[in-house]
């Protein structure tokens, strides 16, 4: 059984381990061919090996597999989804594998980080979320020490500012407020979202937050904060208003 279980590792890695090649308009990945045929193979043969209770390496593999999508999906049309449909399923199977096979929660947590933040199609967004059962405590201390450290280093912005080029700002923005919603504070939140007030828009999203919270007074005041911003930093969109 174990030497049966080295061979589909084997092949799987084969198959996955693809290069493009372009024909025509279209983009064709060359990897998939020896043993296995298409990438649904691949994730087909690797859920079949979680099935067998190799979850272990099920983690190496679609991790390994995930960076080879992430590859061919930057040389391929993908507009019907097919490879980001596969990337969905890879990412389900990893998190099943984590599961069961219980790795090391702090390293698994720095992987996982330093893939949302350096990442460019969004494997993994939501981790700190969707990988709470498997980080416990240890894991997410260390998520949220590194988030935090990041975060750090993102510039405030205010009125009519603009935001030089960071490709960080969004997954980490997008983490701290996930840091956020847990912890069941208003404030928390309210004060990652104001690290950028560069537009009308950036206050009326605490607005928003505010107003879910039952808190419209403060809501209000922060609407009108935004109304006001637009207005002394030249903005022209003025029909964005509060949710009735």
Same mark, same amino acid.
């Given at each position: ?67 080879? !999508? ?27 594998? !984590? ?5 090391? #929660? ?52 205010? #009125? ?85």
């Amino acid at each position: 059984m174990a030497k049966r279980t080295d061979i589909t590792e084997a092949a799987i890695r084969r198959a996955a381990d693809g290069k493009s090649y372009r024909r025509g308009d279209d983009y064709f990945r060359r990897g998939m061919v020896s043993s296995l045929q298409t990438e649904r193979e691949v994730v087909d043969s690797i859920a079949e090996l979680l099935d067998s209770g190799h979850a272990a390496e099920v983690v190496e593999l679609t991790e390994h597999a995930l960076h080879r !999508c992430e590859q061919a999906l930057g040389q391929m049309d993908d507009s019907a989804g097919d490879m980001g449909s596969t990337l969905e399923r890879l990412q389900e199977l990893h998190h099943a594998a !984590c599961v069961k096979a219980k790795p090391d #929660p702090k390293a698994l947590a720095r992987r996982l980080i330093h893939w949302e933040i350096e990442g460019e199609w969004d494997t993994f967004r939501g981790s700190v979320d969707t990988y709470a059962d498997v980080f416990g405590e240890q894991g997410l201390a260390v998520y949220r020490a590194l988030a935090e450290e990041i975060w750090k280093q993102m510039p405030q912005l205010g #009125p009519g500012d603009r935001c030089s080029f960071d490709g960080r700002r969004y997954p980490i923005t997008s983490i701290m407020e996930s840091l956020a919603r847990s912890s069941g504070d208003v404030e928390q939140l309210v004060a990652v979202k104001a690290r950028d007030l560069s537009s009308g828009w950036r206050y009326l999203q605490i607005a928003e937050t505010y107003r879910q919270a039952s808190l419209a007074d403060t809501a209000l005041e922060w609407a009108e904060r935004g109304v006001v911003a637009q207005t002394h930093h030249g903005a022209t969109n003025t029909s964005s208003r509060l949710p009735a």
